[in-house]
């Protein structure tokens, strides 16, 4: 599974050190910003004071973007949905894969149910169902900005592996922005 549902889980996993720009050089402009409505990073990837209070220190795996509660959240890349989930401290959550990439979206509203046979995250009132197993596109809706799980306020956790390890989702967001300015530059 890509959430671990182990909420005792403190052995921290692999991290990548790799640079998005060479890893898909040319691509980003099949990419999707992940949120709606967006309003300001609340979390880095990294080490951080406990987001629930406390002195510890933990690894956050993702970049926290809030957006007001209800915003769409956009599929990143093209790809299939691996999973869907409501057991978590990641909450009600979608992973999609990419090729090498998995994408990973929490704290949404909605639930999940078997809908036909397959595992569904449906949130009605949204107009959003997305089944495990589902093609989706780059900047298709497939969920909403919600506080389910272990949150303090409405924003979407976004998390990135490449190759099976956890890579900086702003160092992807960057090399997005470097690749959309030279296209700008550079029209053909």
């Not at 609340?42 to 629930?52: D, E, H, K, N």
């Not at 894969?97 to 909605?110: A, F, K, N, T, V």
Request: glycine fraction near 12%; proline fraction near 5%.
């Amino acid at each position: 599974m890509a959430i671990s549902t182990d909420p005792n889980a403190t052995r921290p996993q692999q991290i990548a050190q790799i640079n998005p720009s060479q890893i898909a050089a040319n691509q980003w402009a099949g990419s999707s910003f992940p949120v709606e409505s967006f309003q300001a990073y609340t979390s880095p990837f990294g080490y951080r004071r406990s987001a629930t209070g406390g002195y510890g220190r933990e690894f956050h795996y993702g970049l926290d973007l809030a957006a007001p509660m209800g915003s769409y959240i956009r599929n990143w890349w093209a790809g299939t949905v691996v999973e869907v989930s409501d057991n978590s401290n990641c909450g009600t959550s979608v992973v999609v894969e990419s090729g090498h990439w998995l994408h990973i979206y929490c704290h949404m509203q909605g639930h999940v149910e078997t809908v036909n046979g397959q595992l569904t995250m449906l949130d009605r009132s949204g107009g959003v169902q997305i089944a495990q197993g589902q093609q989706v596109a780059a900047g298709t809706r497939i969920g909403r900005v919600g506080m389910t799980g272990r949150t303090t306020g409405p924003h979407l956790h976004w998390g990135l592996k490449y190759d099976g390890n956890w890579v900086n989702p702003a160092l992807v967001l960057r090399a997005m922005y470097a690749g959309q300015q030279a296209t700008a530059a550079n029209p053909q």
